[in-house]
Nanobody, 114 residues
Framework: VQLQASGGGLVLPGGSLRLSCAAS????????MGWYRQAPGKQRELVAT???????NYADSAKGRFTISRDNAKNTVYLQMNSLKPQDTAVYYC?????????WGQGTQVTVSS
């Protein structure tokens, strides 16, 4: 399975973006999928998780602002990000939770700046 993240870009503080993660194969068998991010000079962190059944979990920094969802039929995971802050600037990746090394893709850059 290859995971391709897209939808990033430059956005003003307070703005919104919707990220998509398209899998080349079925993700139905993967119980938990997640969005991760890595800011310059920082370790990669898990931002949001969704199980096959739709249970979600968020990092404190994302609670109330980000929403993760998945469409198993389309093999796609989404991350709706609202009220974006400069500290959300990072490269965003999707992967299984826990991550599978060979599933890391290029990620998509999100830059929040005025």
């Amino acid at each position: 399975v290859q995971l391709q993240a897209s939808g990033g870009g430059l956005v003003l503080p307070g703005g919104s973006l919707r990220l998509s993660c398209a899998a080349s194969g079925s993700i139905f068998s993967i119980n938990a999928m997640g969005w991760y991010r890595q800011a310059p000079g920082k370790q990669r962190e898990l931002v949001a998780t969704i199980t096959r059944g739709g249970t979600t979990n968020y990092a404190d920094s994302a609670k109330g602002r980000f929403t993760i969802s998945r469409d198993n039929a389309k093999n796609t995971v989404y991350l709706q990000m609202n009220s974006l802050k400069p500290q959300d600037t990072a490269v965003y990746y999707c992967n299984a939770v826990p991550p599978i090394a060979q599933y890391w893709g290029q990620g998509t850059q999100v830059t929040v700046s005025s």
